[in-house]
């Protein structure tokens, strides 16, 4: 008889995805997909324009445009202190998740064990599912989402293969300290580990975080995979242009991959994320940080009145907040409840982990225009009009 295989009986659509779905029904403010629905550079948008008129529109080569490879490397130098050769050690991806995909197909084999620290990003966690790897936990524990060299120590065995970071980290808003980077190095060197780490939120920093990237720690380049991209920096998440960094022996079989799975990035796209790197200057990066921090305090003021706890994060664009007080007996109730109460849709703690720890947690997203947030804040501070939950 026909059927799906066996990893495809078990798969369900991600709850990212389903909150946004019910939260278009209702016509309410999304804070659960973090779509990211500010304006994107002009700069950027122009170059892509350009490039249509231009009829650069055809497939390109498997590892990205040359100006955009180059562009790169100058970027990872002088903003993540990585040496790397366009032409060898850069390949531009279908977005970030595009990179981390191929790379677990190019590396990883059906057994292999892969080291996630929870919350996790629920598509690092189902990327390794279908690649047949088995995911393998450490829990970052609230406030501060922090671990120990002994914990990590501990999930180590003859069959771990990989270690994944993700800083500054959805959905914690975690920012990895260099300490906690160099328990990472030291052990993946001594284990013969590679580490797998997506950097996407690279810029979205607050309170002195600084931003620390894995490959840089000594003899860290050739063991690491760094992961990025142009969805969050440009606000072009629907653009799917990423790319991936790291040592030429591992990165031609990543190509091949990425060529069998996606052929290419869009070409366009490619030539909008070059003038983007190219000609936008230092202020603009030092303004996401800025402009995302009172995002960031528009929402957590609201959370808070609204009887939420919390840690603010010190990275990304994400608040994971306890819900307990809301009805509900598990985080998908609670999330619908506030959905129905308020308008306003989160994403269940429960996508970010194998257990049930996510179950009284909510996941919000303050990627939004200011009179989008400002909208879906003013509607979680009548909460308590609704139910107790202070």
Known sequence: MLSLNKLACDIAQSEIRVMSVECDKVRGVNLAQGICDTPVPAVVRRAA??????GLNIYVRLDGIAPLRAAIA???KSYNGIPADPDTQVIVTNGSTGAFYTACMA?????????LFEPYYGYHYHTLVTMQAVPRFIRLESPEWNFSHDDLARAITPRTKAIVVNSPANPSGKVF????LGWIADLA???DLFVF???IYEYVLYDGAEHISPATMPGMFERTLTFSGFSKTFSITGWRVGYAVGSERWLPAMAYYHDLVYICAPAPFQHGATAGLNELGQDFYDGLGRDYR??????CDALRESGFSFSAPRGSYYVLADASNLPGKDSKAKAMFLLEKTGVAAVPGDAFYHDDAGRNLLRFCYAKTDGDLVEACNRLMKLKATVSVG
């Open 74 to 76: 100058r970027k990872m």
């Open 177 to 180: 300290r260099r300490e906690e």
């Open 107 to 115: 590396l990883l084999e059906p057994g292999d064990e892969v080291i």
């Open 294 to 299: 009172k995002k960031r305090d528009l929402l």
């Open 189 to 191: 060197k001594k284990h």
């Open 49 to 54: 324009e350009e490039a249509m008129d231009r």
């Open 197 to 199: 780490t997506d950097e």
